[in-house]
């Protein structure tokens, strides 16, 4: 079965030393991002860093980038899942609106005196 | 089934073996990430919906002590990548200092997380009936941890978000509610990968591990990566929310 | 009935899995997947016993309008325990952990499961699990309903929530290895010549399960996990009170409980789509249509979740969108049913227990998932939510079908677990008994339903009570119907005809092996020539089939890829 011919591929460590300065100067860079006012757009900027360090991650101290194809059909099925979850959830809370036209949450100031255990 | 030499019975080739084991920790990293995913969504709808709250909360965390853990997190990943060439290439005395040097880390951020976590206990932030987000500011001589100026900002910020949300105490207490549910999750996951990684070590000082054979070095090596990719999700998540105020 | 008249009666085999090694210790630190897969029909049958009694209460119960049997208090135990038992300790690990356990190694012609120790480890999880739950049902019950909403589960319900919920939680940690174990097992282990499309569907159905047990199960251990800490330690995630949203946790709950009914029902088809080949001798008609189909039950399944939520507050437009889903996944179930029907048409099908089991199936599978329709279109949904409606219609999904098609590879699968016959007879009629007594108990239900009956209810109005009365009746026949198989199985297991290796015959890998198998499995490691279901090449099987016989094109040419 074809599954089972493929050779280890073994990163050197100057690529594992490339790859962690990487990962610390975009973490200096997403904190000084932070500091910076984007409005909307700190979360995308920090969520888009996130994501290339854990895409350097995966891709070269998880070896995605030399495994299998069936490895990449995991990754992506483990997104495409999480995605799900997460969009199609959030698609109720972004349309979700009551009879008065209200939209979530439905009450926006709840008395103070309400304690943690209602 | 019986074992012949590094060689599991149910298994025909070497190959094969190490094939199955990485398929089956990352099929397993993908429960994890659904896992998280659930406490995830959770974060994302309040911190949309209380967004004052989880601003507010975000900012009583110390930058320092978050920023210094992901550095020290990220080389920890490092290390272990570097065990997992030493074994690829049978270099048994690195595979040691490697995997010593990925605990170290490890333990590092342990005390860290623990600072952090006593400071929050001491300062009533932590979910339940005892929560006030209210207390340092009302009650500074029980803060004392806090030097003046920081204290003065606080009182300043708290005061701004009680204008914008009334109901700042219960939303504030969402925001810790994900901040201790995930740094939690997280945490209990190092330390798991720590308990694998002493394993690993008592391997490897027995010589276990060499080019032939490094299966568990790299599976443990993927579940750490894991433990490390959450991490640089959750600070820039938890840390660094409306940090330019 | 079968060919046994042809050559001499078989033996018991000298040596296997059974007999192998011995002692109590030989058992409970065993990794053969064998073993493990009997281990795992104890305590299922053992779950399934008391979930069955939970559930005899409450037809008891129901016998008389104003319920005279138990107090409300008692009675919200009764029905929530009834499904909590059912739902998560019997249906979910039922045809998976035992048969699928079983057989999934046979079937691709390993040795073992990818990780025999940790198959082993996730049938000790499952007991600590059920230890927990079963110690929260004498340690003043459950009452939530087995779906735990929140803020009732969490801030007011006065019953043993925190225990239950943490047993649950553990039990999903076994559910998740095993679909692992799966999963891998299917992706390495295959014997060469196994291709991709040479796998019997049981095992297609397992993979297509195996991907809803990793990717939903998780959801429903951090949402339990949550739960529990909101009631311990007062998180506000599902407490409106602090700005949380009880609709979330059934977002999160659904998000694995809707797809769990996929767990369920697809092991279900895998089985029917062994047995009905084998009864028809006939290559299943459009076999890739039906591997396929259970991959995309396992995909749209995740995607239609929140119509058990429409009457919840949700979105109206959100909720649009997922009936219309619903509506879809319709579509690949039908093309199952279709083409199981399509099978029998030319072929030649004789009535043995299975076959029974398979034909109760068709027809409650079809009226359990047809039913299912009206419940996910919204106008209708608004009348008979949360009625009887609901209660038959899952029903006829988890019983008909599901415990049907159990029961189905049981007896199926009987000869070769244990290397003898149950007695034929006796089993056509706890077949017979089962259905009847099952319609008897479900199909009045749907008729309360639309008048107006409302589940969860310790009490209903007199003019409900002669359809409550007929579904007691149908309780207690549906209650002989499983004490008969249980009793003669186990009778069967060491008295019973010895079935020789392949009583049937069917085409699979697992009857090539003797009965009951050796612990390594296969004396040599079998290589596959032939495609699945093929009677018509197989003159191994001693098969008077004609070659080419049945409809044209369904003999394959074998692929040229080994």
Same mark, same amino acid.
């Given at each position: ?118 | ?245 | @009935? ?171 940690? %076994? ?228 415990? @049907? ?15 003898? @016959? ?48 007929? %579904? ?91």
């Amino acid at each position: 079965m074809s599954e089972h011919e493929h050779t280890e591929h073994i990163v050197s460590p100057g690529m594992y030393l490339a790859i962690i300065t990487t990962l610390l100067i975009l973490t200096g860079l997403t904190v000084g991002a932070a500091f910076v006012n984007l409005g909307r757009f700190n979360i995308a900027v920090a969520l888009l860093i996130a994501t290339v360090k854990a895409t350097l991650v995966v891709l070269i101290f998880m070896h995605a980038k030399y495994a299998p194809e069936r490895t990449k059909l995991v990754i992506i099925a483990g997104i495409f899942w999480l995605a799900l979850l997460l969009f199609m959830t959030l698609s109720d809370y972004a349309s979700r609106v009551d009879y008065r036209g209200v939209r979530y949450p439905m009450t926006q100031i709840i008395s103070h005196t309400l304690g943690n255990r209602g | 089934m019986h074992r012949t030499g590094a060689l599991y019975g149910q298994f025909k080739t070497l190959e094969q073996q190490k094939d199955t084991a990485t398929l089956g920790m990352w099929i397993f990293l993908v429960t994890e990430v659904m896992f998280f995913g659930g406490i995830m969504l959770a974060y994302t709808i309040n911190r949309h919906t209380y967004f004052h709250a989880f601003a507010m909360g975000s900012n009583t965390l110390s930058l320092g002590l978050g920023g210094f853990n992901t550095v020290v997190l990220l080389a920890s990943s490092f290390t272990m990548a570097m065990a997992v060439w030493s074994a690829q290439t049978s270099k048994k005395g690195l595979i040691t200092l490697f995997l010593s040097l990925t605990i170290f880390l490890g333990f590092v951020f342990f005390g860290v997380k623990y600072v952090e976590y006593a400071q929050k206990f001491h300062h009533h932030l932590v979910p339940g009936k005892t929560f006030d987000i209210f207390y340092c500011v009302r009650n500074p001589a029980k803060c004392s941890d806090i030097d003046a100026a920081d204290m003065a900002k606080e009182k300043e910020e708290i005061e701004a978000a009680v204008q914008a949300d009334p109901d700042l105490n219960a939303h504030a207490q969402l925001y810790y509610s994900a901040y201790f549910g995930m740094t939690g999750l997280h945490a209990l996951h190092m330390v798991i990968g720590a308990g694998l990684l002493f394993w690993l070590l008592k391997e490897s000082v027995a010589g276990r591990f060499n080019a032939e054979w490094n299966n568990p070095v790299d599976i443990v090596g993927l579940y750490w990566h894991f433990v490390d990719i959450v991490w640089i999700y959750l600070f820039p998540l938890l840390y660094l929310i409306d940090r330019h105020k | @009935m079968r060919t046994e008249a042809t050559g001499p009666a078989p033996e018991m085999p000298e040596k296997h899995y059974l007999n192998a090694t011995y002692g109590i210790r030989s058992w409970l630190l065993t990794t053969d997947h064998k073993r493990i897969a009997l281990l795992y029909l104890a305590s299922v049958t053992f779950f399934f016993f008391i979930g069955g009694f939970f559930a005899m209460m409450i037809r008891l119960h129901l016998l008389t309008p104003n319920g005279y049997l138990l107090t409300p208090d008692l009675y919200n135990r009764m029905f929530t325990m009834h499904g909590v038992t059912m739902v998560f300790f019997f249906l979910i690990p039922s045809i998976p952990a035992i048969l699928g356990n079983f057989l999934i190694p046979l079937m691709v012609g390993a040795k073992d499961l990818a990780f025999p120790k940790i198959n082993l480890l996730s049938w000790y999880i499952y007991v600590v699990g059920g230890l927990f739950t079963l110690w929260s049902m004498v340690n003043g019950g459950l009452d939530t309903g087995w779906t735990f909403y929140t803020p009732f589960s969490t801030l007011y319900s006065n019953s043993a929530v925190a225990p239950a919920v943490v047993g649950v939680f553990i039990t999903g940690f %076994s559910s998740i290895l095993t679909g692992l174990n799966f999963l891998v097992t299917v992706h390495t282990m295959r014997a060469p010549g196994m291709t991709w499309f040479r796998l019997p569907l049981f095992v297609w159905a397992h993979y297509a399960t195996s991907i809803v047990m990793i990717l939903g199960t998780p959801v429903i251990a951090i949402t339990l996990g949550l739960a529990a800490m909101e009631r311990v330690f007062g998180l506000g995630f599902f407490n409106p009170a602090m700005g949380g949203d009880p609709i979330l946790f059934q977002h999160l709950f659904w998000f694995y409980s809707h797809p769990a009914v996929y767990i369920m029902i697809l092991p279900a088809m895998g089985v029917i789509s062994e047995l009905i080949p084998t009864f028809a001798r006939k290559r299943l008609f459009g076999y890739h249509f039906v591997a396929a189909a259970s991959l995309a039950i396992a995909v749209i399944g995740f995607v239609v979740w929140t119509h058990h939520m429409f009457l919840t507050g949700q979105s109206t437009y959100a909720a649009v969108a997922f009936s219309f889903l619903t509506f879809i996944v319709a579509i690949p179930s039908a093309i199952k049913t279709f083409n199981w029907t399509a099978t029998l048409f030319g072929g030649s099908i004789s009535f043995d227990t299975p076959m029974l089991y398979a034909f109760g199936f068709l027809g409650l599978f079809m009226i359990g998932g047809l039913t299912g329709l009206f419940l996910g279109a919204l106008g209708v949904d608004i009348n008979i939510h949360d009625t009887y409606f609901v209660v038959a219609h899952f029903h006829y999904i988890m019983v008909g079908g599901a415990v @049907m098609g159990y029961l189905g590879g049981l007896h199926f699968w009987w000869p070769k677990i244990t290397g003898r @016959m149950y007695p034929e007879w006796l089993a056509r009629i706890a077949a017979f008994i089962l259905f009847i007594g099952f319609n008897f108990t479900f199909f009045p239900q749907f008729i309360l339903g639309i008048m107006g009956m409302p589940r969860r209810y310790h009490t209903y109005p007199p003019e409900f009570q002669i359809y409550n009365v007929m %579904s007691t009746a149908g309780a207690s026949i549906l209650a002989i119907g499983y004490l008969l198989p249980m009793v003669y199985l186990t009778w069967a297991a060491f008295y019973g005809k010895v079935a020789g290796d392949n009583p049937w015959p069917a085409t699979g890998l697992e009857w090539k092996t003797q009965s009951p198998p050796l612990t390594e499995n296969f004396e040599v490691t079998p290589v596959v020539t032939w495609e699945a279901y093929d009677f018509h090449n197989r003159p191994d099987l001693g098969l008077d089939v004609p070659a080419g016989k049945g409809s044209p094109g369904v003999v394959a040419p074998a692929h040229g890829d080994d």
